[in-house]
């Protein structure tokens, strides 16, 4: 069943409720009708983590899409789910996937800039669209397709599976405290023992080659990827570690946002890993390995067998500095999982997918950052016991 086109300035909100009949009391209540959600890449990490999360949902009619006709319908079969076989790079075939579907969330990675062909055909036929992008050029291209989205009444929304999802919410939160924000620290970790794809450690890989913001000695300024190590305390089970600036959409949207100088710091759970990748970027600045991104499998097979150690927790914090009447003011804000990491790192695109189905939103294309609410977010994290803490 096609979506009908909602009213400009509102989401389409699906088909209308239709009504059964008692045959007792002759009496009329309301039916939910289920939306069809494609997943591209449903048989993958994240794809059938968040399979998992929606298909608890009455109102969503999951369905697994992707062209391995192997993996995808067996993972589908564990899960109930049916799958269709879909080649994204065919318009044909994504066209004729398309068909009746009410919102994609495309986890097809890796995500390369300029190629938004999944997006620019569900903004054609008005169907919603959120991605996991964590790649800054990627994230930042979607809005080129505002004025598409809002033409079909779509929501096109990137980087749900970049840390800018959550960072944005706990900077939301915690400025309306100050007058003026100078500067904002964004840290984030996920546990060794989340399940991670390839195509995040090639593209942790690729990371390594950019240049990333660092803000010291009250000038921001660039400086190599993966350089700069600092102990940043985190919320337990994590608590001190060394992390490393590195690039991401935050540094140009919240930099934007609050007119505040951004530095963004990540690393690895485990120390071998993490001094490892500082040394691997090292060898590239020198030139002994100039391309990262073809160890990205070897790297991946080793990380597979040292999934047993580490965390399976999900941290991120910002703090934020500036003044408030005149005097210094620093406040901060944390979330954490204890367990299951991953499934709060597919929480945002998971949330977006509940919010349309609500019929609330503004059809447009942006990036993962304003479009989801404190309380969108807490709904999702009660599930998963996650932790905010705000000081």
């Not at 930042?140 to 749900?160: D, F, K, N, Y």
């Not at 003011?329 to 945002?348: F, I, Q, Y």
């Amino acid at each position: 069943m096609r979506v009908p086109a909602a009213k400009p300035g509102r989401i389409a909100a699906g088909p209308p409720a239709a009504y059964a009949l008692s045959r007792r009391r002759f009496t009329l209540y309301p039916c939910r009708m289920t939306k069809k959600i494609l997943i591209l890449g449903g048989y993958g990490t994240c794809g059938r983590r968040i399979a998992e999360l929606l298909m608890r949902d009455p109102e969503a009619e999951c369905v697994l899409g992707g062209r391995d006709t192997v993996r995808g319908p067996a993972v589908a079969a564990q899960l109930g789910l049916p799958f269709v076989a879909v080649d994204i790079q065919r318009q044909g075939s994504l066209n004729a996937a398309l068909d009746g579907v009410f919102a994609v969330v495309n986890t097809c990675g890796p995500f390369r800039a300029h190629d938004y062909a999944v997006a620019e055909r569900c903004a054609r036929r008005g169907v919603h669209y959120v991605d996991m992008a964590d790649e800054k050029s990627y994230i930042l291209g979607i809005q080129a397709l505002h004025s598409r989205a809002v033409e079909g009444h779509a929501c096109l929304v990137s980087g749900a599976g970049s840390a800018l999802a959550f960072s944005s919410v706990l900077v939301e939160t915690v400025a309306p405290g100050f007058d003026t924000i100078t500067e904002i620290e964004v840290a984030m970790l996920s546990g060794n023992r989340n399940p991670r794809g390839l195509a995040s450690v090639r593209a942790l890989l690729e990371a390594q080659g950019r240049r990333a913001c660092v803000y010291e000695h009250g000038a921001s300024r660039e400086v190599p990827a993966f350089t700069h190590g600092r102990m940043v305390t985190l919320p337990a089970p994590f608590g001190r570690r060394r992390l490393y600036v590195t690039d991401a959409p935050e540094i140009e949207i919240l930099s934007k946002r609050y007119g505040a100088a951004v530095t963004y710091r990540t690393g690895l759970d485990l120390p071998v890993l993490n001094h490892g990748h500082v040394c691997l970027g090292f060898l590239n600045r020198l030139g002994v390995i100039a391309d990262l991104a073809r160890l990205a499998k070897g790297l991946h097979f080793v990380q597979k067998r040292l999934a047993r150690f580490g965390q399976a927790a999900f941290g991120l914090s910002v703090v934020l500095r500036g003044e408030r009447g005149g005097q210094p003011l620093a406040r901060s804000a944390a979330l954490v999982s204890p367990e299951d990491g991953l499934s709060v790192l597919c929480m945002p695109a998971v949330a977006l997918v509940r919010k349309w189905m609500a019929a609330t939103g503004e059809p447009g294309a942006s990036v993962c950052a304003g479009v989801l609410s404190l309380a969108d977010m807490t709904r999702e994290w009660a599930m998963r016991q996650v932790v905010l803490q705000l000081s």
